[in-house]
């Protein structure tokens, strides 16, 4: 039902000449929710790096690579904040400077589930590799959007070309299925950190929970990005389905 009600709409804006309110809408609606998450997410960070711990982030990433029999990455220390990534063809866990140096029960959060990431790929976990595989895809996804995009704002009657619009919506479908892909991806990676963190005794019991709340404002950023690509997802299809009734 809501998607046909969608699909009505849209049909009345290809009928005007493309995009409409109905876009800018879902756009505002999805960055509406996004800044929520990204606000929420700095503000237990601020507030959980107020509250120390006996190891540092880089500390705490050895311990735990080291703990797990993971002895060929290394943890290094990158520019930027929250920049903190786990890097497979590298195989280097990358901590943010305030990650790396504080110790924090934030910055035990984020080296703790970055270095998850090392233990999905020590142990070939399917999502993860299901991911890595997607990337060349992705990539030449994100290239033909740009050029499809580029010719759209040039004027090149790209919402009243079904052939376009048809090669938008499958470019779109890959960028979207990645950021899908990408949830079991981080939330497994968290909840590896959170038990190894239980299991380690390094946060105690009020510590653990405030670490948790910590990984989980990480973790919505992600569900965030997925739900506005899927929101734009049905958008593009409805539009697809409005040109085509009414060739």
């Known amino acids: 039902m809501i998607f046909e009600n969608l699909l009505l709409a849209v049909q009345g804006e290809v009928r005007q000449g493309g995009i409409g309110i109905g876009y800018w809408l879902v756009i505002g609606a999805t960055a509406m929710v996004s800044m929520i998450v990204s606000g929420m997410l700095k503000s237990r960070f601020k507030q959980y790096s107020a509250i120390p711990l006996r190891m540092t982030g880089a500390q705490v990433a050895e311990a735990m690579l080291r703990q797990n029999g993971i002895r060929d990455v290394q943890v290094i220390h990158v520019p930027g904040h929250l920049t903190d990534h786990y890097d497979p063809l590298r195989k280097t866990v990358n901590l943010s400077e305030p990650v ?30 299901f991911r890595s595989k997607m990337v060349p895809a992705v990539q030449f996804a994100s290239t033909i959007q740009q050029y499809l995009m580029f010719g759209a704002m040039v004027g090149a009657g790209f919402f009243h070309s079904p052939t376009m619009l048809f090669i938008w919506v499958a470019v779109f479908a890959v960028t979207t299925l990645f950021a899908v892909v990408t949830l079991p991806v ?62």
Not at 106 to 127: D, I, N, T
């Open 100 to 129: 790396y140096h504080a110790n924090s029960v934030a910055a035990a959060a984020v080296a703790a589930h970055e270095c998850g990431h090392a233990l999905q790929h020590q142990q070939a976990y399917a999502w993860l590799s």
């Open 186 to 247: 981080e939330f497994d990676a968290s909840n590896r950190a959170m038990a190894w963190l239980e299991r380690s005794g390094i946060a105690n019991q009020m510590e653990h929970e405030k670490a948790k709340n910590a990984l989980f404002w990480a973790a919505m950023t992600y569900v965030a990005g997925a739900v506005g690509a899927i929101a734009q997802m049905l958008y593009w299809v409805a539009m697809l389905m409005g040109n085509r009734r009414d060739e």
